[in-house]
T-cell receptor
Framework: DVKVTQSSRYLVKRTGEKVFLECVQD?????MFWYRQDPGLGLRLIYF???????EKGDIPEGYSVSREKKERFSLILESASTNQTSMYLC???????????FGEGSRLTVL | QQQVKQSPQSLIVQKGGISIINCAYE??????FPWYQQFPGKGPALLIA?????SEKKEGRFTISFNKSAKQFSLHIMDSQPGDSATYFC????????????FGQGTELSVKP
């Protein structure tokens, strides 16, 4: 069974802290994505990666960075967390040029 | 700006009824239109998808209707069941940008027994 695993389901951080969200996929997919899910706004793309060490900005990259050192792992980094980054974060992976994304179960981040 | 607009935001349907969710898009470069289903506590999962050269696609009780000239597409759930209660997202793929998906705002469907 295909799987995308997000290491933390729930996190509570304080303003200004550095936050790491980890994602691992076991499907040997080239593409990996980080989305943010907020009520009424749907899923918005933060960053994506087509290959190891490659990354491109999505629609809302401000305040975030990413790292992809290995094909199966894609990390989202909040350098200095702010309260407006309180949200559900979803990682996904896919084969190139397909429309089927496989999502993890999400990481709910609360920034106090 | 929102490139894919979805409505309604929430929907309540009686068991056995038809659920209809609508989406409209602006970018004519989109080349693939999937619908995702998300249950509470889970990530979204692909439900059904359509390409713009087809006007309708049906899989079981789920049908996508696509109107290319109006730049609109919709999901119809026939004989809706309580187990269909979930959040539904339409999406569109940017064909010239490696397959990134742009999602709509989501519709929370509740099917009452």
């Amino acid at each position: 069974d295909v799987k995308v695993t997000q290491s933390s389901r729930y996190l509570v951080k304080r303003t200004g802290e550095k936050v790491f969200l980890e994602c691992v996929q076991d499907m040997d997919h080239e593409n990996m994505f980080w989305y943010r899910q907020d009520p009424g706004l749907g899923l918005r793309l933060i960053y994506f990666s087509y290959d190891v060490k490659m990354k491109e900005k999505g629609d809302i990259p401000e305040g975030y960075s990413v790292s992809r050192e290995k094909k199966e792992r894609f990390s989202l980094i909040l350098e200095s967390a702010s309260t407006n980054q309180t949200s559900m974060y979803l990682c996904a992976s896919s084969r190139p040029n397909t429309g089927e994304l496989f999502f993890g179960e999400g990481s709910r981040l609360t920034v106090l | 700006q929102q490139q894919v607009k979805q409505s309604p935001q929430s929907l309540i349907v009686q068991k056995g009824g038809i659920s209809i969710i609508n989406c409209a898009y602006e970018n004519t470069a989109f080349d693939y239109f999937p619908w995702y289903q998300q249950f509470p506590g889970k990530g979204p999962a692909l439900l059904i998808a359509i390409r713009p050269d087809v006007s309708e696609k049906k899989e079981g009780r789920f049908t996508i209707s696509f109107n290319k000239s109006a730049k609109q597409f919709s999901l119809h759930i026939m004989d809706s069941q309580p187990g269909d209660s979930a959040t539904y997202f339409c999406a569109a793929r940017r064909g010239n940008q490696g397959g990134k998906l742009i999602f709509g705002q989501g519709t929370e469907l509740s099917v009452k027994p």
